[in-house]
Nanobody
Framework: QVQLVESGGGLVQAGGSLRLSCAAS????????MGWFRQAPGKERQFVAA????????DYADSVKGRFTISRDNAKNTVYLQMNSLKPEDTAVYYC?????????????????WGQGTQVTVSS
């Protein structure tokens, strides 16, 4: 059974950094696309970043380009989201997701597996 478990969220001041982790288990993720999404209160879940498991290709939402970096540690079966220069508008629950379909990386409904989410709060 596939499990994605996020960690690393917390409270940080504007301008600070956090690194989120997503521990993946239950199958081999070679060839999968691993994504990060976020959902703020009262808003729809939105795409943040994604990477094919090999790391050969990545994509970012315009709002986080240059500030966030997605990476992975194959030995630990873990995907990371390094978040720098955080802003209050980055406050949300952050979710890790995985998909094996040859389809858009951006759509919430394209992903088959989801973690439980981790809260990130950025104070001004």
């Amino acid at each position: 059974q596939v499990q994605l478990v996020e960690s690393g969220g917390g409270l940080v001041q504007a301008g600070g950094s956090l690194r989120l982790s997503c521990a993946a288990s239950g199958r081999t993720f070679s060839g999968y696309v691993m994504g990060w999404f976020r959902q703020a209160p009262g808003k729809e879940r939105q795409f943040v970043a994604a990477s094919i498991w090999s790391g050969a290709s990545t994509d970012y939402a315009d709002s986080v380009k240059g500030r966030f970096t997605i990476s992975r540690d194959n030995a630990k079966n873990t995907v990371y989201l390094q978040m720098n220069s955080l802003k209050p508008e980055d406050t949300a629950v952050y979710y890790c997701a995985a998909k094996n379909r040859d389809s858009s990386w951006l759509g919430v409904h394209e992903y088959d597996y989801w973690g439980q989410g981790t809260q990130v709060t950025v104070s001004s």
